[in-house]
């Protein structure tokens, strides 16, 4: 699996076929790449979980979904909690005062 090691060598149809049913698999107590074929009843059930999770943020909206987690839970708001810990190939090359 070369593309595990370079991200810029993954197909995009393989990896929409890898991880296009992800979170229905991880609800559902499977592994994210599973192929199960989830009925329509058990997609029902599985989607009726999402309503049980606590907070559901969104990584596309990190700094938001912080915020958002903070209001509803309270607590304080940590700096450390907006720091990228798994910038993509992109940002780090972007980021990268060398590149």
Do not use: Q
């Not at 229905?24 to 009726?48: F, K, P, T």
């Not at 708001?77 to 972007?94: I, M, N, Q, T």
């Amino acid at each position: 699996n070369n593309w595990v090691k370079n991200a810029s060598s993954i197909d995009p149809v393989e990896y929409a076929e890898c991880v296009g049913n992800c979170m229905v698999n991880m609800l559902s107590g499977s592994n994210c790449s599973a192929h199960v074929d989830h009925g329509e009843r058990d997609v029902e059930e599985i989607a009726g979980k999402v309503d049980m999770l606590g907070f559901v943020g969104l990584t596309e909206e990190w700094n938001m979904s912080v915020c958002l987690f903070h209001a509803k839970f309270g607590g304080p708001v940590l700096a450390s909690e907006f720091y990228d810990v798994r910038p993509g190939v992109e940002k780090r090359l972007a980021d990268d005062p060398v590149a």
